[in-house]
């Protein structure tokens, strides 16, 4: 340690002590004590609280040598429904009722903190529930005082964050006091399970000295620290040379070049930041797995609700202890806010994940992904804050809010689904009284020290972008396209899409009588004319074969049976190989073969018994691939298959994996066009999913919903009109209807484009760059360099040309069409800090330009993407709509659709299976 170092931490030291002696002589209530609001405001120069002075801005603090492990005890109130364990078997309540608990004294040690937790799933409004805290210090108690509980501070819903996340209090810092004492009281209404009171103590620093911020502002890119765990999670670029990017492209002349500004043209200064070290954070607590970006549009103010007369060195501990209660008591996987701010005007750096990064954090219920907080220490419900505190909530607002192009002034900012001013108050967002009313009341003042510490751009002037409109057409189908790099050997292919498999509106080919019907199949041609024809089943058991017609239409009865006592019936094809197609049916809980014969009728033939329990039988064709039709048997919670010998007979029945509990109605086609059988399911609530078949007697994740099939009963399937998929017949009321296939499908057949991907680490399904009607691909290879391979409408793509170098530095790179409004595909990123936009000019693109406003969302996804290895905007897949996502489970290789709606996005429906092959996607 230096000497002037050593000198300045003796000389805190002793204040320290001093500090010590003060406390020591003077009486204490058991909570520490909160300044009472005076007669001058918070702006006033150089005065606060009953005159006295205002903190002076610290540029240093006192901070442990290394991190330093928090310790939470974790007391039952109430009994353990689930959730955190407490400590078992201990009686902690001093009295209880059904509303009503107070726990028996608990004694604490060191600076200590508390909060009150419940189970999770037991939400509770502000005013369902109050919550009340006393300490002792000796003999004496203090008085009761209320522990702070706000149902708008947390994880989004539906985040992977949120599905652990406990309902609690906001922690109460109760120093150094003896024992602690905590009362839960509902009006007349149960407790929720679990209640537990939780102590927390911050741990001891083994050694501390004064040290400057880690973040001095003096290198933009605020990533010291983190860049080893950013590259491990392909979150980080590095730059190259002066962190400038290089474009070129063709023109008259050859080249075109273009560079851009630095980022301390760009944004404003960034504020000094504590780090998460210098608090002496502990990283083995926070669930890393859960670290997830989002975007910023906006800023919100909080305050900690804790005690105000904290000391500059007790800082670290108190943020340890937040951090402490939200990661094990409340279940968060890391302390909610991305920023804290002391009352010396010190910032500190919050949740992990990169001080100039778009980490989402659990601050404000509904809009984390879209937003950052910073949140003051203290309680400014009774206290204003000082000046110095406000001018850091300016510098670090003006700073953060830059880098992704927004103005600190802006009153109208798109956030989630709501719109906000850039800088908001926590209550502005949700019934809870965070910030405070004094600190609150600051927010104006606030902007304008944000807008005064704004930059002042000198390079190119910041535009408005529109909402992303990707183009991705890459083969001759008008539908959206994957280009996607093969892991294996780097290979580029594209994986066409084909609208989705989907059905057309009924068309009524029967007009009456069909209520009389009880079953109708469409079997393959029985009358010898090569149409497939149909068979009915009447009440009575009369069995009449109608002969098909070529517009999907059916004629005259042709055969007319009487097979009363039989059920079931299934057009099973040719069953015995003999030419001609069969039925089957159940008789007396025996399966009876109905072979067709030379002359137009049936023999008979019983065969296995056991059909008793089957809902259906169900004419598969050829399941298994060995050239012989097979059955499928449905009972009410199982799927069998029966495959066929080829002499009419068939084995035993096998399971089908699947859940089938659900589905009354089964039927078989090639409903997506590959070629093979697959399966058609309707569950009791009228929905229809294909399930594509394999070929080898299984089937994969389902695909649909088809439509119009809800009311339908006795429904069947063959191809009968239009294209080559299969369509569905049933009975609507009174008549006999068809609902076509639209002949669309998820995904073909792999495209070779001809290239080699291998080297590079982005792709991006561009749109027409270079405006020749075709689609292209960029793509950028590891060492920064973006490269053009140009389409042809087939899926081939030319070899590539060099575009520009330097984009390593870029992150976020992504494909969006054109938003800049010229007809041209653009591309837009994050660069020197800055969100910016790279628009196409016929050729290439030009230089960056700031992007102002951030971009307009297209469709809100889940919060929670974590699991998804691929999240790719693309056009929409049905060509209706302004837009989809694609995502890719990471551990199973399933792609999924989110469909784009006007508010928000559908659920889920499967694309493809067996694409973990694949290591890149555009």
């Not at 960034?270 to 910023?296: C, H, M």
């Amino acid at each position: 340690m230096r000497p002037s170092q050593a000198r300045l931490v003796t000389f805190c030291q002793q204040v320290l002590a001093l500090g010590v002696v003060l406390v020591v002589l003077t009486p204490a209530s058991g909570v520490v004590s909160l300044d009472i609001i005076g007669d001058r405001s918070a702006g006033s120069s150089g005065t606060g609280a009953v005159g006295r002075p205002l903190p002076a801005e610290l540029t240093s603090a006192t901070v442990p040598l290394k991190a330093v492990a928090p310790h939470v005890t974790e007391v039952p109130l109430t009994a353990t429904g689930g959730g955190f364990a407490g400590l078992q078997g201990r009686t902690v309540a001093g009295g209880a009722t059904s509303s009503r608990v107070t726990s028996k004294p608990q004694a604490v040690s060191g600076f200590a903190a508390i909060g009150v937790t419940w189970q999770h799933g037991e939400d509770l409004d502000e005013d369902q529930i109050t919550l009340r805290v006393r300490t002792r210090e000796g003999d004496d108690w203090s008085d009761w005082e209320a522990l702070e509980y706000h149902d708008e501070h947390g994880p989004d819903a539906g985040s992977a964050e949120a599905a652990k996340a406990r309902p609690g209090t906001e922690p109460m810092f109760v120093g150094e006091v003896d024992d602690v004492q905590v009362q839960a009281r509902t009006d007349g209404a149960t407790l929720p399970d679990d209640l537990s009171l939780a102590l927390v103590d911050p741990g001891s620093a083994k050694g501390s000295e004064t040290e400057a911020p880690a973040d001095r502002g003096d290198d933009a890119s605020g990533t010291a620290g983190y860049e080893q765990e950013y590259e491990d999670q392909g979150a980080l670029e590095q730059s190259e040379g002066d962190d400038l990017i290089s474009l070129q492209a063709a023109s008259t002349s050859g080249r075109t070049s273009g560079r851009i500004a630095t980022s301390s043209q760009r944004t404003a200064a960034q504020p000094t930041i504590f780090s998460r070290a210098q608090w002496g954070a502990d990283e083995s607590i926070r669930d890393k797995s859960s670290l997830r970006y989002g975007s910023i549009n906006a800023g919100f103010v909080h305050h900690t609700v804790n005690a105000n007369d904290y000391t500059e060195a007790q800082v670290p501990a108190i943020i340890r202890s937040i951090y402490a209660y939200h990661v094990k008591s409340r279940g968060w996987s890391d302390i909610g806010y991305n920023f804290l701010v002391d009352r010396f005007g010190r910032i500190w750096e919050g949740r992990y994940g990169g001080i100039d990064k778009p980490v989402v954090g659990a601050h404000t219920l509904n809009y984390n992904d879209y937003s950052f907080a910073m949140s003051a220490i203290g309680n400014y419900d009774v206290q204003a804050p000082s000046d110095a505190m406000l001018r850091a909530y300016g510098q670090l607002f003006a700073w953060k809010l830059s880098i992704s192009g927004v103005d600190p002034a802006s009153m109208s900012q798109k956030v989630g689904r709501s719109t906000f001013a850039a800088i908001n108050g926590h209550r502005d967002a949700g019934s809870t009284a965070c910030p405070g009313k004094y600190l609150y009341a600051q927010i104006p003042l606030i902007r304008t020290y944000a807008s005064q510490a704004a930059p002042t751009t000198t390079g190119p002037t910041p535009i408005a972008v529109s909402a992303p409109n990707p183009q991705n057409n890459l083969d001759a189908s008008p539908y959206p396209d994957l280009v996607v790099r093969r892991a294996s050997d780097g290979r580029g292919v594209v994986l066409p899409t084909g609208g989705l498999t989907s059905f057309q509106k009924r068309t009524v080919v029967g007009k009456k009588g069909w209520d009389k019907v009880a079953d109708v199949l469409v079997s393959p041609d029985l009358t010898g004319d090569g149409t497939p024809d149909l068979v009915t089943v009447d009440k009575r058991g009369t069995v009449r074969i109608r002969e098909g017609r070529s517009n999907g239409k059916f004629g005259k009865t042709v055969r007319k049976m009487d097979l009363r006592g039989y059920s079931l019936f299934a057009a099973a094809g040719d069953v015995n190989g003999d030419g001609r197609n069969d039925l089957v049916a159940r008789y007396k809980g025996r399966l009876v073969v109905l072979t067709a014969t030379g002359k137009g009728g049936f023999s008979r033939k019983v065969t296995r018994k056991g059909y008793s329990s089957y809902k259906q039988i169900i004419g598969a064709g050829d399941l298994n691939g060995d050239g012989r039709a097979d059955l499928l048997l449905r009972t009410k919670n199982r799927l069998y298959l029966q495959t066929g010998y080829g002499t009419g007979l068939f084995a035993r029945p096998q399971r089908v994996a699947g859940a089938w509990s659900k589905v009354n109605r089964i039927v078989t086609g090639d409903f997506n066009r590959d070629g093979r059988t697959d399966l058609a399911a309707r569950t009791s609530t009228g929905r229809m999913m294909v399930y594509p078949g394999h070929g080898n007697g299984s089937f994969g994740a389902p695909v649909g919903p088809a439509t119009n099939v809800r009311t339908m009963r006795a429904i069947t399937s063959a191809n009968l009109v239009g294209g080559p998929g299969a369509d569905l017949v049933g009975i609507a009321g009174k008549q006999l209807v068809i609902v076509a296939n639209r002949d669309t499908f998820e995904l073909g057949a792999p495209v070779d484009t001809g290239v080699s991907f291998a080297g590079m680490d982005l792709l991006l399904n561009a749109g027409d760059v270079n405006r020749d009607g075709f689609g292209d691909v960029v793509t950028r290879n590891t060492a920064g360099q973006l490269w053009l391979f140009t389409g042809n409408g087939t899926g081939a793509l030319a070899q590539p040309t060099l575009l520009g170098s330097g984009f390593g530095a870029v992150s976020g790179l992504t494909a969006v069409g054109d938003v800049t409004g010229d007809g041209v595909p653009d591309l837009i990123g994050t660069t020197a800090g800055r969100l910016a936009v790279w628009a196409g000019n016929g050729r290439g693109f030009n230089d960056p330009v700031p992007v102002k406003g951030g971009v307009p969302s297209r469709a809100g996804l889940p919060s929670d993407l974590s699991g998804f290895d691929w999240v790719l905007g693309v056009q929409a897949m049905t060509l209706k709509g302004g837009g989809d996502y694609i995502v890719r489970d990471r551990a199973s290789g399933v792609v999924y659709v989110y469909g784009g709606r006007r508010s928000g996005v559908s659920r889920p429906r499967v694309l493809g299976e067996g694409l973990g092959g694949y290591d890149l996607a555009g």
